[in-house]
């Protein structure tokens, strides 16, 4: 498969990056913050995501969506990441999406139509530590009657206060550690016995900490089989990696565009910094790692797209890569900006706070490498 993007998905590239660009730039996030508004996002301008289709990208065409891949996603990732856009397109266009896929008829009925019109949010919940460890699940879910009974607590899921549904990784068997044993439920806003506390994040986005107490679910709530949750939960995972890894190749570019253009206005002795040798030679470094992380991103996405087994590989690879890019970029851009970099009235400090959040986000740069390591066999 070539590593560039087809005529078509460059022309969704060029729409999407319009349109984020006009509708939602780094001064729509700003206001966000300053209002401290307790969504994290806006809904009119996800409802405008809708309009534009971009909802619908992963959903498949029998069923409302558009039937495109990954590739798609991450084209409009890659703008929200470049405008540090609210928005809940990663958790729920994605990894919510790709949840639902193996669901029963009626819950892809139900919520499908929903997110496709830009009438939903969903949050993905799976760590239970301070660290991504998702065989570590130890939140139960016990039969009750016809259904289950899940009991337990959830951290870090990103907009979990809000959602509408909530994609919940559980443990029907076995203990803290085991593969086999996860089942996956889909839970509800509002259900019963849940609570969800939300907390400011670094880039002022929000995430939640949910406590499902005694949450009573019917049997129809299961994603998958039970006790078998392990392989879907794997290719969730892997699609939010990887649509992380868009996002952060986003973050990356609009770091390095700005550092970039400051480099040729910004004078010192009388001329432009960015033809002092030394920091044209830093500006080539990054400009390398980002390419060498944009064809990683873009070979997972290509392997996620054929159901080809490397893809949960590629996909730790790409998290890596585009970690260490992503960080190098926004390290650049604060340093080559000097001591203004570091204060609040210049964009480049925000995309420090949002990589550094995407850097941990479904695991960073150093858990996938030790996971690449533990498959080699290492």
Same mark, same amino acid.
């Given at each position: 498969?070539?590593?560039?993007?087809?005529?078509?998905?460059?022309?969704?590239?060029?729409?999407?990056?319009?349109?984020?660009?006009?509708?939602?730039?780094?001064?729509?996030?700003?206001?966000?913050?300053?209002?401290?508004?307790?969504?994290?996002?806006?809904?009119?301008?996800?409802?405008?995501?809708?309009?534009?289709?971009?909802?619908?990208?992963?959903?498949?065409?029998?069923?409302?969506?558009?039937?495109?891949?990954?590739?798609?996603?991450?084209?409009?990732?890659?703008?929200?990441?470049?405008?540090?856009?609210?928005?809940?397109?990663?958790?729920?266009?994605?990894?919510?999406?790709?949840?639902?896929?193996?669901?029963?008829?009626?819950?892809?009925?139900?919520?499908?139509?929903?997110?496709?019109?830009?009438?939903?949010?969903?949050?993905?919940?799976?760590?239970?530590?301070?660290?991504?460890?998702?065989?570590?699940?130890?939140?139960?879910?016990?039969?009750?009657?016809?259904?289950?009974?899940?009991?337990?607590?959830?951290?870090?899921?990103?907009?979990?206060?809000?959602?509408?549904?909530?994609?919940?990784?559980?443990?029907?068997?076995?203990?803290?550690?085991?593969?086999?044993?996860?089942?996956?439920?889909?839970?509800?806003?509002? %259900? !019963?016995? @849940?609570? =969800?506390?939300?907390?400011?994040? &670094? /880039?002022?986005?929000? #995430?939640?900490?949910?406590? +499902?107490?005694?949450?009573?679910?019917?049997?129809?709530?299961?994603?998958?089989?039970?006790?078998?949750?392990?392989?879907?939960?794997?290719?969730?995972?892997?699609?939010?990696?990887?649509?992380?890894?868009?996002?952060?190749?986003?973050?990356?570019?609009?770091?390095?565009?700005?550092?970039?253009?400051?480099?040729?206005?910004?004078?010192?002795?009388?001329?432009?910094?960015?033809?002092?040798?030394?920091?044209?030679?830093?500006?080539?470094?990054?400009?390398?790692?980002?390419?060498?992380?944009? %064809? !990683?991103? @873009?070979? =997972?996405?290509?392997?996620?797209? &054929? /159901?080809?087994?490397? #893809?949960?590989?590629?996909? +730790?690879?790409?998290?890596?890569?585009?970690?260490?890019?992503?960080?190098?970029?926004?390290?650049?851009?604060?340093?080559?900006?000097?001591?203004?970099?570091?204060?609040?009235?210049?964009?480049?400090?925000?995309?420090?706070?949002?990589?550094?959040?995407?850097?941990?986000?479904?695991?960073?740069?150093?858990?996938?490498?030790?996971?690449?390591?533990?498959?080699?066999?290492?």
């Amino acid at each position: 498969m070539p590593l560039f993007l087809t005529d078509e998905q460059s022309m969704l590239r060029d729409t999407a990056r319009q349109f984020v660009a006009v509708t939602a730039p780094i001064s729509h996030m700003r206001s966000l913050r300053d209002a401290r508004d307790p969504a994290g996002f806006d809904r009119d301008l996800w409802k405008q995501f809708a309009e534009m289709g971009f909802t619908a990208i992963l959903i498949p065409e029998g069923e409302g969506g558009l039937g495109l891949g990954h590739v798609e996603a991450g084209v409009v990732l890659e703008e929200i990441g470049r405008n540090l856009t609210p928005s809940p397109f990663l958790s729920t266009a994605v990894t919510a999406v790709t949840a639902l896929k193996p669901g029963s008829a009626d819950l892809r009925q139900i919520w499908f139509s929903r997110i496709a019109a830009g009438e939903a949010v969903a949050a993905l919940a799976v760590d239970e530590g301070a660290k991504h460890r998702p065989a570590q699940i130890a939140l139960k879910a016990e039969r009750s009657g016809n259904g289950f009974r899940l009991t337990g607590a959830k951290s870090f899921v990103p907009l979990g206060h809000v959602a509408d549904l909530i994609v919940v990784a559980a443990r029907t068997a076995g203990s803290p550690g085991d593969t086999d044993g996860i089942t996956l439920f889909a839970v509800d806003k509002g %259900a !019963a016995g @849940l609570t =969800a506390t939300p907390e400011r994040l &670094a /880039d002022a986005s929000v #995430a939640a900490q949910l406590r +499902l107490e005694g949450v009573e679910l019917d049997a129809d709530a299961v994603i998958g089989e039970v006790d078998q949750g392990w392989p879907g939960l794997s290719r969730i995972l892997s699609a939010g990696r990887v649509g992380a890894s868009s996002e952060m190749l986003g973050v990356g570019g609009g770091a390095m565009d700005m550092t970039i253009g400051y480099l040729k206005e910004r004078r010192q002795f009388g001329v432009p910094i960015g033809s002092f040798q030394a920091l044209q030679h830093r500006a080539a470094h990054l400009y390398s790692e980002m390419e060498v992380a944009r %064809a !990683a991103v @873009l070979k =997972a996405q290509q392997l996620l797209d &054929a /159901d080809d087994p490397g #893809a949960d590989r590629a996909a +730790l690879v790409a998290k890596a890569m585009t970690g260490l890019a992503a960080t190098l970029a926004v390290q650049e851009g604060v340093q080559m900006h000097g001591g203004i970099g570091m204060t609040d009235e210049y964009d480049i400090g925000f995309y420090m706070k949002r990589g550094r959040l995407l850097a941990e986000l479904f695991g960073d740069t150093n858990w996938a490498a030790d996971q690449l390591a533990r498959m080699s066999g290492y």
